[in-house]
């Protein structure tokens, strides 16, 4: 092979050359789009089982509503889910003091704090407030002291738990006739609960 024949042959030489680097380029090239290609089907991949999985979630909430609606509107028309309801406890009282035939109730009623035994109840999102009552009215005799809770946990005014009780004779009187015979001084939680959050809106 002579110079001219080297001289012919470098045109297509050049040719095939630059051929070979577009191919390699394309070939590259093709790859990168591939794997950005299959980056982006694992991205939306990911996606679509994280919107699965919030819509199947979505749907057990629904389902735990529907549930325990009925449970949580009865608690909320008692008075235990929401705001405090104070003039319901009073009536209560005085329902109760009636419906017993006692002699009247003195009360003292504290500022509402958070409730300290919250969390041995795991109320999840709920928060637990009480209120502390402290009562004093006198009874005929002891059984009436119980009696008189039944009637005021039966008015439906709220929840509340007894935390102590005193009982205390009084002085007899010398009259005949329908007279109390022991005063009681009693201590209990209002108890109410919230969202968590709500007690923080305006």
């Not at 577009?22 to 991949?45: G, K, N, P, S």
């Not at 008075?79 to 003195?106: K, S, V």
């Not at 119980?146 to 738990?161: I, Q, T, Y």
């Amino acid at each position: 092979m002579n110079h001219g024949d080297l001289k012919a042959l470098q045109a297509p030489l050049l040719v095939l050359v630059v051929a070979a680097f577009v191919a390699a380029a394309a070939v590259y090239y093709t790859d990168i789009l591939l794997q950005e290609a299959r980056q982006q089907l694992t991205r939306q991949q990911a996606q679509l089982r994280e919107a699965d999985t919030r819509l199947h979630k979505s749907g057990e909430e629904k389902e735990i509503i529907a549930s325990y609606l009925g449970r949580y509107q009865q608690l909320q028309r008692i008075g235990f889910i929401g705001e405090e309801q104070r003039i319901n406890w009073l009536d209560g009282l005085r329902l109760a003091n009636q419906q017993m035939d006692l002699f009247g109730i003195d009360y003292q009623i504290s500022a509402q704090r958070p409730y300290p035994y919250a969390a041995e109840l795991s109320p999840g999102r709920l928060a637990l407030h009480q209120s502390v009552m402290k009562l004093r009215f006198r009874l005929l005799h002891e059984e009436d002291l119980m009696r008189f809770f039944s009637a005021l946990s039966g008015m439906g005014a709220g929840l509340f738990l007894i935390d102590e009780c005193t009982l205390k004779r009084t002085q007899a009187s010398a009259a005949i006739g329908y007279q109390p015979n022991l005063t009681a001084d009693c201590e209990l939680s209002w108890i109410t609960a919230q969202p968590v959050g709500a007690e923080k809106k305006p």
